[in-house]
């Protein structure tokens, strides 16, 4: 009850920054309209986030943080200019020399952000020559999966049909993974609480390598090898949160992404190493790792860039030769399902 009450306000106070127009009416000064808009709109701000904090259900949360304001927070926007140039031209001053003068620096503000998005957008592209494919696709609950390669060759974005390589490479299911219950066998090693995220097995399965979730303080910072030859489970891996791993294309070491670094964890020598640290994961936070056959490249997420997050979605790559990030552009899905190097 308290959150659908807490969603009926929050719907309402998208409109209240137009509660700021009495003082534009009343006072007909900019600087007391401004100042009314600025304190309006924070304060319904201030009470939209304690709605928030307070409701039980993380989707009433999300509706009040993620729709409800921005809408307050573009309407106040919106007044705030709207109602100063109401104000400014009732005091006479867009004359024409005025107008003329405004419309000068209104196209060097464009021209100035034009050079700097085609600059920024250059300096993104990296050298894509030794760069691998990158397949990827998106699912809608009214559509079938839309799949797509990336052609590093020509930097292209392709729609293409589902084929047997695409298959294998996005099926969901390792053919070789044994499918154990291994809640069970963490329970029976004294894990109590933890499930498997995701599976590995090596080509001539003697062995998995087994992500975890769970709960508690570290729910999602284990990475488990379970030898059946031995029928041992062994922990490898415990970090603070682990976002995903992969196993190289030779399967001798392995690498797993945390909020803030890449890290190789050597399966023979049973040694980490760091590979990077602060690589553009506080913008980013990793969502996928995925290693090229040779381990030079590794894919460890994907974002949005643009205005309002409405440009091509961008694919992070982290070229372990040259310790540079390389931006893929990925124009024709809007959200990605899996991703992985189509070689």
């Known amino acids: 009850m ?6 009926i ?10 509660a700021a127009i009495f003082f534009l009416v009343k006072f007909k000064k900019n600087w007391i309209f401004s100042l009314a808009t600025v304190v ?6 201030g009470i939209e986030i304690l709605f928030a904090s307070m409701a039980s259900d993380f989707h009433t949360a999300a509706f009040i943080l993620q729709l409800f304001m921005p809408i307050m927070l573009f309407n106040a926007i919106a007044l705030f200019i709207i109602g100063n140039v109401v104000l400014l031209a009732m005091k006479g001053l867009f004359t024409k020399r005025n107008l003329g003068i405004i419309g000068v620096v209104v196209a060097s503000i464009i021209v100035v952000g034009c050079v700097i998005s085609f600059t920024k957008v250059a300096m993104d592209k990296g050298d894509y020559k030794n760069l691998p494919d990158i ?12 799949y797509v390669i990336w052609d590093s060759a020509r930097d292209k974005t392709m729609l293409v049909e589902k084929d047997s390589k695409l298959e294998m490479l996005f099926s969901g299911i ?21 499930w498997d995220t995701k599976v590995y097995s090596t080509k001539d ?3 998995e390598f087994i992500s975890t979730g769970g709960q508690g303080d570290k729910p999602y910072g284990k990475i488990f090898c379970y030898d059946f030859s031995k029928k041992e489970l062994e922990l490898i891996v415990d970090e603070g949160r682990i976002y995903d791993f992969d196993v190289s294309f030779d399967e ?3 690498v797993y992404s945390t909020s803030d670094k890449l890290v190789k964890y050597d ?17 980013n936070a990793p969502s996928y790792i995925r290693l090229s056959k040779d381990g030079r490249y590794i894919i460890y997420g994907y974002g949005y860039s643009g205005l309002f997050k409405l440009g091509p979605l961008k694919v992070y790559v982290y070229d372990t030769e040259t310790n540079k990030v390389l931006i893929i552009p990925i124009k024709k899905l809007r959200s990605i399902r899996d991703l992985d190097f189509y070689e």
Do not use: C, W
């Not at 309006?40 to 701000?45: G, N, S």
């Open 2 to 7: 308290l959150d659908f009450i807490g969603l």
């Open 9 to 18: 306000l929050s719907l309402s106070f998208m409109a209240i920054p137009l």
């Open 40 to 45: 309006i709109t924070a304060a319904a701000a």
């Open 135 to 146: 397949a990827a696709y998106q699912t809608s609950y009214d559509k079938e999966p839309m």
């Open 174 to 194: 390792n053919p070789a993974s044994s499918h154990m219950d291994y809640r069970e066998v963490f329970a029976a090693n004294g894990y109590d609480g933890l």
């Open 205 to 207: 399965l003697t062995k």
């Open 252 to 254: 001798s070491y392995l």
């Open 267 to 283: 399966i023979a020598s049973k040694t980490s190493t760091v590979i990077a640290e602060n690589y553009d994961s506080t913008k």
